[in-house]
């Protein structure tokens, strides 16, 4: 089963959010930085390697939030794994349409991408902490 890497990047109370460009698939829907763990990596392996290509930052540390299956439509299962993560450096956008840093109470009004709306309803509703 693929699976997919989510990190939660706090900072002063709040979560980065990053939005997907409009040529992308599931276009300019809102999601956590993150990607596909690849074969032969594994899922925390894969989290530092996207973050720093994502957002060009160094993960110090990780602890694994959540993880739940989850079927897009007309696709095979993919396993969702939410870390939180202690990051240096300053996150930088370089493959997204726009990020912003927002509380997980007013996450539920962002379009989130549909795998993500489980996660982002326990985060709100303060289960996944």
Same mark, same amino acid.
């Given at each position: 089963?693929?699976?997919?890497?989510?990190?939660?990047?706090?900072?002063?109370?709040?979560?980065?959010?990053?939005?997907?460009?409009?040529?992308?698939?599931?276009?300019?829907? !809102?999601?956590?930085?993150?990607?596909?763990?690849?074969?032969?990596?594994?899922?925390?392996?894969?989290?530092?390697?996207?973050?720093?290509?994502?957002?060009?930052?160094?993960?110090?540390?990780?602890?694994?939030?959540?993880?739940?299956?989850?079927?897009?439509?007309?696709?095979?299962?993919?396993?969702?794994?939410?870390?939180?993560?202690?990051?240096?450096?300053?996150?930088?956008?370089?493959?997204?349409?726009?990020?912003? !840093?927002?509380?997980?109470?007013?996450?539920?009004?962002?379009?989130?991408?549909?795998?993500?709306?489980?996660?982002?309803?326990?985060?709100?509703?303060?289960?996944?902490?």
């Amino acid at each position: 089963m693929l699976q997919v890497v989510a990190a939660i990047l706090e900072r002063d109370g709040r979560i980065l959010i990053c939005r997907r460009r409009p040529e992308q698939q599931h276009p300019l829907k !809102w999601e956590f930085p993150g990607g596909k763990v690849e074969p032969g990596e594994r899922p925390d392996e894969a989290l530092v390697r996207e973050l720093a290509e994502e957002l060009g930052i160094r993960t110090l540390e990780s602890r694994e939030m959540d993880r739940y299956e989850y079927t897009y439509p007309g696709k095979k299962p993919i396993e969702l794994i939410f870390y939180l993560v202690v990051f240096d450096g300053e996150p930088e956008n370089r493959i997204f349409h726009e990020m912003r !840093w927002e509380s997980a109470g007013r996450l539920a009004g962002y379009d989130f991408l549909e795998g993500d709306t489980e996660f982002v309803r326990r985060l709100a509703d303060g289960a996944s902490r």
